[in-house]
């Protein structure tokens, strides 16, 4: 079934006020919100382009190739969140560095220490936050994930109210509006195993408590004695290609008290406890 062009022209507008919403703010970003608009703008004409540039292949060459729009599509839409410490000493650096096209990185939402909550890219769009990374069979999470920095040294900064429960509250409209799995809400760390340990000493459990992620029982059952830990890990999402380096991430987010690359008995409790949630 063909488009009509009205129909299509309507999808297409509807499409790129969505990419635009989270660009208005206030004239101290003016330059940097023309950038976000333009570049709006250039994927909005790479979807509307029919057919798409390069996109068509035939054994038989041109003449047999033909575009037909179906009627039934939609916007990709995130599936994880993952969270982040930004390791800069505040908002107003954080944003700096995100506004750096030299840096390259980005998220979609950075929030402060006394609660405020930035939006920086829209959700349906792909923010450069996770970098090399991999969850289960997911090697991109770039582009199935919305990534959150919290305003935090990652050092001596405390986790304060105001900003967890900002978190709180956007974690639950996150969850709702994408229909988010609750073992989907992870860190950073537990993505780039090595590579990154954030966000440290954070309290996961007071987000597992509210259905975003998952958190061991307070009364721990022996596993088997069959019980494979590196199983286990991979299981849970773990990338386990470098074991040190799992149990290691695994013991940031989990343990916290002891993040040194081997599980002992309490570890494995633990792990064991989380992995039967899976």
């Not at 919403?21 to 919100?33: F, I, L, Q, R, V």
């Not at 305003?151 to 509006?177: C, E, F, H, R, V």
């Not at 509210?210 to 958190?215: A, D, L, Q, R, T």
């Not at 773990?238 to 570890?267: C, E, G, M, R, W």
Request: charged share 20%; with cysteine.
């Amino acid at each position: 079934m063909l488009f009509s062009r009205s129909s299509k022209s309507l999808s297409i507008s509807a499409f790129v006020l969505v990419l635009m919403c989270s660009a208005c703010g206030s004239s101290k970003y003016a330059a940097t919100e023309k950038i976000y608009k333009e570049k709006a703008k250039d994927f909005a004409k790479i979807i509307n382009a029919t057919p798409p540039v390069g996109q068509l292949y035939d054994s038989l060459g041109l003449a047999n190739q033909e575009w037909v729009g179906s009627v039934n599509f939609g916007i990709r839409k995130p599936n994880f969140v993952v969270i982040h410490h930004t390791a800069q000493d505040s908002l107003a650096q954080t944003i700096k560095t995100f506004f750096s096209t030299k840096a390259g990185t980005s998220a979609h939402y950075v929030i402060s220490r006394d609660g405020k909550v930035v939006h920086m890219v829209n959700d349906y769009l792909r923010a450069n936050h996770a970098g090399i990374s991999k969850w289960g069979k997911d090697t991109d999470l770039n582009s199935s994930s919305i990534g959150i920095e919290l305003d935090n040294n990652g050092l001596t900064d405390p986790w304060p109210d105001a900003q967890i429960n900002s978190l709180l509250k956007l974690l639950a409209t996150l969850k709702k509006t994408y229909s988010i799995p609750t073992a989907n809400f992870i860190g950073h760390a537990d993505i780039a195993p090595k590579r990154k340990n954030d966000p440290k000493n954070f309290p996961w459990k007071k987000l597992a408590d509210k259905g975003f992620g998952y958190w061991y029982d307070d009364v721990l059952k022996n596993p088997p004695v069959d019980f494979n830990t590196e199983m286990a890990l991979r299981y849970i999402g773990y990338d386990t290609s470098n074991l040190p380096a799992a149990i290691t991430a695994f013991k940031i987010h989990f343990i916290q008290s002891d993040i040194t690359p081997t599980l002992t008995p309490v570890d494995i409790l633990v792990l064991y406890n989380v992995y039967t949630k899976y």
